[in-house]
């Protein structure tokens, strides 16, 4: 399968790069919250910059509280 935020080839849901940024994501945020964001699609682009460097996960997990 494909890692769903980037798209490369991965043996999981997110590759090794972008399960990272989602683990430290899910941690700050906290999970039971993050099991109330029914689809977190939205924030792949971001994830992405993240991975590249672009954003930090707090600005995410800032971006994600605005949504609130
Ligand atoms: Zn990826």
Request: with cysteine; charged share 30%; proline share 1%.
């Amino acid at each position: 399968m494909k890692c769903v935020v980037c798209g490369v080839e991965s043996e999981n849901r997110y590759c090794a790069r972008c399960g990272r940024v989602m683990a430290d994501i899910v941690n700050t945020v906290g999970e039971e919250r993050w099991n109330k964001i029914d689809d977190c699609a939205y924030i792949y682009p971001s994830v992405l910059r993240v991975a590249r460097g672009e954003l930090t996960v707090t600005d995410i997990v800032q971006f994600l509280e605005e949504e609130d």
